[in-house]
């Protein structure tokens, strides 16, 4: 059961690979877990890449992860599962500071026509210098979109891009063809 839901994974990333992913820049909200409550900080690298940030406060613990994530389109550009992995450093109130490493599994829906992401995740991490050495959370997380995505413009040229093909062209006579050796060369 567990390798069937793993190949289906890795074949639906390998489909969807292809696609862009996120319809914003930059994102910040709230996230809610079963014991902690925190903020997180969102922010697209490239097509497919974020980096967020996660400061998580429970009832005997604080902490803060970091996490790189891959976005890959589910139902178009607005709704996407992510995968990721990245680490956390925290302190427990009593054993001190801890770390460890992190893996995110979620799915993302940017709200149309508002400026709002809704999330909802299962995040394990692997802790060092704690009292539960492994931990299965999941969270839910809303998000202000603060940069939306560029958009780009559209041209009145109804055939192609007009500028990309002038560039083109002046690239294809910069090289020449075989044929330049007919020409009459000024010496």
């Not at 900080?41 to 400061?55: A, M, P, R, W, Y």
């Not at 009593?94 to 508002?114: P, R, S």
């Not at 891009?161 to 083109?168: L, V």
Request: glycine letters at 10%.
């Amino acid at each position: 059961m567990v390798k069937k839901s793993l190949i289906i994974v890795c074949l639906v990333c390998g489909i969807s690979s292809m696609c862009h992913a996120q319809k914003y820049r930059t994102a910040a909200g709230v996230r809610i877990e079963s014991d902690k409550f925190g903020v997180t900080l969102q922010q697209k690298l490239h097509e497919q890449g974020t980096l967020e940030g996660i400061l998580a406060v429970g009832a005997r613990e604080y902490s803060g992860t970091a996490l790189y994530e891959w976005h890959f389109p589910l139902l178009g550009k607005r709704f996407n599962y992510y995968l990721g992995a990245g680490a956390h450093v925290g302190n427990l109130k009593d054993n001190g500071v801890f770390t460890g490493g992190d893996a995110i599994l979620g799915i993302e829906y940017k709200v149309n026509g508002l400026p709002f992401l809704l999330s909802a995740d299962i995040k394990p991490a692997v802790h060092i210098n704690h009292e539960d050495w492994i931990n299965l959370s999941s969270g839910v997380s809303v998000r202000y979109v603060i940069l939306k995505e560029k958009k780009e413009k559209k041209s009145l040229w109804p055939f192609g891009n007009k500028d990309q093909d002038t560039k083109k062209r002046k690239k294809k006579d910069k090289q020449g063809s075989i044929l330049d050796i007919f020409k009459k060369q000024d010496n």
